[in-house]
């Protein structure tokens, strides 16, 4: 039998928002297994168990570059949110963007080997280091050269490119809804079947609990899926300026299409440090103790 441990309590906590002891039990229910574990708590406890999009934890910023009808989004990672305000850290950022708009690098070793003022910027990015005295990393970017682009930056924390035809305001009213909303796909067909699996497994298992003939319980769970599906792909979504009609409704208005579209937010999928929690704990007893 795997062994629960304090650690691997507090990342399914951090991830799902569930009480200590909920996860502890979905754990073991799992066999350890975190992923397993996570959609049993969303089938007890629905929803709000999922919040690992919105609970961010590592910190940096998101850069955007415009130049010449291309554009770049790149993410940069540090330690605290101090130093994602620190302005040679915003400055590194946009030149590495700037790096990537100009010269279409292939990959992060080859950005890295590009120079800022003669410099490469692997070695500015070192420099920057020593200076600051946190670590900092070049986590991912994206180039956008066809047609043309739109772009929406919300405090520096979730960028977002959008590539079109048509009305320029359109477009961006479309990345703004991006960062909002924060769609998986551009179109139904488009969003991945694991995900739509995973939505199905919990769809099924919470479907089964109310005891409801199997005929029922398959509409109910494909019921479920099709309502997912409208949440997550973009062009289905309610238009967040009137949600009288879909995004889609609302691009076909203004002639315009919407080809593709690329979303960054600071942090995503990076696991919180897993000695947080058990560093909150042991404050806690402490404190206890004293009264």
Excluded: W
């Excluded at 919040?51 to 998101?62: D, F, M, P, Q, S």
């Amino acid at each position: 039998m795997t062994a629960i441990t304090a650690s691997m309590v507090a990342e399914l906590r951090a991830k799902t928002d569930a009480p200590m002891m909920e996860c502890k039990k979905a754990l073991s229910e799992a066999g350890g297994d975190m992923d397993k574990a996570e959609e049993l708590l969303r089938v007890k406890l629905g929803n709000k168990a999922s919040k690992a999009a919105a609970r961010i934890t590592a910190e940096g910023i998101v850069a955007i570059s415009q130049i010449n009808n291309v554009s770049a989004l790149i993410e940069l990672n540090c330690e605290t949110d101090f130093v994602a305000k620190n302005d040679d850290f915003l400055n590194f950022s946009q030149n590495c963007a700037d790096l990537i708009a100009k010269n279409n690098p292939q990959d992060i070793n080859s950005l890295s080997a590009l120079t800022i003022d003669g410099v490469s910027v692997e070695e500015t990015r070192k420099a920057l280091i020593g200076k600051i005295g946190e670590n900092i990393t070049l986590r991912r970017f994206a180039r956008l050269e066809n047609n043309s682009q739109a772009s929406y930056l919300h405090g520096k924390k979730i960028g977002v490119l959008v590539e079109y035809t048509g009305n320029e305001s359109a477009a961006k009213d479309t990345a703004m809804q991006i960062a909002a909303m924060k769609p998986v796909a551009l179109k139904a067909e488009d969003v991945s079947q694991e995900l739509i699996q995973k939505e199905r497994n919990v769809a099924e298992a919470k479907a089964l609990e109310s005891g409801k003939p199997a005929e029922l319980v398959s509409k109910m769970v494909e019921g479920t899926i099709q309502k997912y599906l409208k949440e997550v792909s973009l062009l289905n979504q309610p238009f967040v300026k009137n949600d009288k009609q879909t995004v889609a409704d609302m691009l076909k208005s203004q002639q315009t299409e919407v080809h593709s579209f690329i979303m960054y937010i600071v942090g995503e999928g990076i696991e919180k440090k897993q000695d947080d929690f058990a560093a909150e704990v042991a404050a806690q007893v402490a404190a206890a103790n004293q009264v």
